[in-house]
């Protein structure tokens, strides 16, 4: 089974400066996708990013980029120019791409960032 | 409107109660999803669906049923709800095929006291 674990339980980043989000998971399987979710104090779930496992072209997103290593199974995300609404709850999360295996979403724990102004 | 609606958005029950956590979506898409979120543990899969008549169990279906009513509607219930069900609760669908998202509703607060 895949597992995804994100080993920082709480970041913290002044307005303004870059922090960089870690992420690494377990799997067999050589195609796949990931994510980065975002969730602020409203609770919503929201899609910050994706990575399609055969691109070996880094995702960017306006300030959101990730460092995608597939040989070391490690997903970062790096914020830039941090806000103070980047301020919430960032989960990683792995989905293989075999639709027979259900196509289920698996979460990291979660790292919690709080932006200082 | 929202494209994924979850009511009730907040509950507080007791022990042994009977609960109904409702979804419904607007999007069209066949895939359907119950999570559980709890602190430190993320958000873990429950049961999902791929059509009326797929139901498949995920990593903590115990305790849990759910009903696929229509291709829009994916309800969860907890027979008999006991304290450690107090989570915030997902619904979230997915068209298939491709790198699509999950999308997610606005989440249901359960407390069983």
């Known amino acids: 089974a895949q597992t995804v674990t994100q080993s920082q339980p709480e970041m913290s980043v002044q307005e303004a400066e870059t922090v960089t989000l870690s992420c690494t998971y377990d799997?067999?399987?050589?195609?796949?996708?990931l994510f980065w979710y975002k969730q602020p104090p409203s609770r919503q779930m929201i899609l910050v990013i994706r990575q399609e496992a055969y691109k070996q072209q880094n995702a960017t997103e306006n300030r959101f980029s990730v460092n995608f290593q597939k040989a070391a199974k490690s997903f970062s995300l790096k914020i830039s120019d941090s806000q103070l609404g980047d301020a919430a709850m960032y989960f990683c999360?792995?989905?293989?791409?075999?639709?027979?295996?259900?196509?289920?979403?698996?979460f990291g724990e979660g790292t919690q960032l709080t932006v200082n102004p | 409107d929202a494209d994924v609606t979850q009511t009730p958005r907040n509950r507080i029950t007791k022990t042994g109660k009977r609960i109904m956590l409702e979804c419904s979506q607007t999007k069209g898409h066949d895939r359907m999803y119950w999570y559980r979120q709890d602190p430190g543990l993320g958000l873990r899969l429950i049961y999902y669906s791929f059509d009326v008549k797929d139901i498949n169990k995920g990593e903590i279906s115990d305790g849990y049923s759910v009903s696929r009513q229509a291709q829009a509607k994916f309800s969860l219930s907890l027979e008999s709800a006991i304290p450690n069900q107090t989570a915030l609760y997902f619904c979230?669908?997915?068209?298939?095929?491709?790198?699509?998202?999950?999308?997610f509703g606005e989440g249901s607060r359960l407390t069983v006291l």
């Open positions: 799997t067999s399987e050589s195609d796949y996708y």
């Open positions: 979230a669908t997915r068209a298939a095929g491709g790198p699509g998202e999950l999308f």
């Open positions: 999360a792995y989905r293989s791409a075999l639709e027979t295996s259900g196509s289920r979403l698996t």
